[in-house]
């Protein structure tokens, strides 16, 4: 239990998504103008990384990995001896996972939660370009979790991390609108300078040992 | 040929290249591929990789998209887009880990993420499912190059100043050793500029320099 924990807590502060890996940056400058829809779009960021990541899990440790394939009966001409190697297509097999898993989330949830379509609904299509998702996937398999248990945690982590740096750069814009800013930094400079000192923030949990 | 050769090089088409260069640059102005863009320009080598990747990637999506934009039916326009970037982003991967395997270790991830890098699909969206073969290659190009040139400007301050060398010629040691405070100097190299939130103030000031020469570009807040 204590490593789930562990993960989880790691993976908001210390690996940020975006104040540590600038992870999903396209989406978090354009969509963070009211707390409202920022809200909306990290609530679907956490969903829809919750549910791609295990999936992703699953393909990478039953066919993509290096002897992932070692299930399949020798009749198939796998048997010890060779093995298969084909990490080379993760990354297509990777964002076409994310592609037609948003689709599905999308349809599944105008059908059977319109509430939550009309809060979420706008936002899904963007998420299947944005860079978190497929980067959590990509983390995923690189830092090999040992369960799925653990990679599903760490996605929640990176989902909830996400969140909270939009919520808190969207408020904080909101309340940027009554200060004098330099002209020519208005708008994105002002955000990136914004940005900048949370993520040096930030950096202040890099000291944590878990 | 020659005839097709000058329209391809019409003013119109110059202005493809030009304008991503500064008024409409891809990074500062349209505020796509930023992730990429402040994550790996710890070194310039490194930025000028990522580059040279991304130029690859874009010309040659471009192009391909372009080719075939009339056979694509609109629904499933997304995801044959993203096969066909998935597929050259791979080609780059195994070149890079066959080639350059030290600077494929430290871009890590973010070559992956080449896929869902906005410069790609904001691109293939906005002019080449809408243009020809000629325009979309020059687009790319320009678009490209608006990339690189800021990489490469963030990349050559964070690591000339931060830690004084340029591994990408050969340097080493830019700053004379007797210049150091141990060595009774003045100088230290700026660890700030090693954290990544550095580049965030790097491409501010970019933007605020480019903004401050073109006031047609200020924002409303």
New interface residues.
Partial sequence: MLDYINIIVKSIFIENMI????????SY??VSKSVKTASGLGAAVIFVLCVTVPVNYLLENYVLAEGALDWLDADYGLNGSETMDLS?????M???VV??IVQLVEMIVEKFAPALYGALGIFLPLI????S???GA??MQ?RQYGSIGEATAFAFGSGIGWWIAIVALAAIREK??YSN??????????T??I??????AF?AFLGIEL | MSAKKESLFSKKNMKLIKDPLNDSNPISIQVLGICSALAITIMLENAFVMSMSVLFVLIMANVIVSVIRNMIPDKIRIIVQLVIVATLVITVDQILKAFVYEVSKQLSVFVGLIITNCIIMGRLEAFALGNKVGPSFLDAIGNAFGYTWILLVVGLIREVFGSGSLTMFGLEGLIPESWMIENGGFYEHNGLMLLSPIALFLVAGVIWVQRAKNRKLIEEN
């Fill in positions: 104040f540590a890996y600038f992870l999903g940056m396209c400058l354009a080379f297509l993760s990354f297509i990777f964002i076409a592609a037609s299947a370009v944005n860079c998702i497929l980067g990509l983390f690189e940027i609108r800013v330099p002209a020519p930094l208005r708008g994105l400079g002002i990136f300078i940005t900048g000192l949370m993520g040096i950096m």
